[in-house]
């Protein structure tokens, strides 16, 4: 019996993010502002996971993330795994972290804060990693699951 297999091209320089719930993956391309004309980037769906059912895949040639743009993947797909590649080869593997404070990536869904009425960046506590619960640093108020909105 012959087994067929679909490859996806390899990328020479770049990133490539592993393992996003596959619902999520368009989500996650947003945030990568993947607009350059020119730019190699590949996007997978639907595909086969052992760990998630269906999973999403993103290679995006000459991109390495920005600690912003790592932070928001985090909140909207806590699995997916970051691949640095180099000269065709992953020269480093991480699953994604939040970090411990998050500074002008999150809204804050109180109406009343200070964050939503005047011109500061918006700063929470990460009180909890996966799922992701957040803490307002001006308003204290907590947030988490469908609060969670991305500025």
Do not use: W
């Not at 320089?13 to 590949?42: P, R, W, Y």
């Not at 997978?44 to 993330?65: A, Y």
């Amino acid at each position: 019996m012959t087994v067929k297999q679909l490859q996806v091209s390899a990328i020479k320089n770049g990133t490539v993010i592993d393992h996003i719930d596959s619902k999520n993956t368009f989500k996650v391309a947003d945030i990568l502002d993947i607009k350059h004309e020119g730019q190699v980037v590949l996007i997978g769906m639907n595909l086969s996971s052992r760990d998630l059912g269906k999973k999403g895949i993103i290679k995006i040639e000459g991109k390495k993330l920005t600690p912003e743009e790592a932070n928001k993947i985090a909140l909207i797909a806590p699995d997916a795994t970051l691949n640095i590649i180099e000269d065709y080869e992953a020269v480093d593997k991480k699953r994604v972290s939040l970090e411990d404070e998050l500074v002008g990536i999150v809204k804050c869904f109180n109406p009343n804060c200070i964050s939503n009425h005047e011109p500061i960046r918006t700063h929470f506590h990460v009180e909890r990693k996966d799922p992701p619960h957040l803490r307002c640093h001006y308003c204290e108020r907590s947030m988490e699951g469908k609060d969670i909105e991305l500025l």
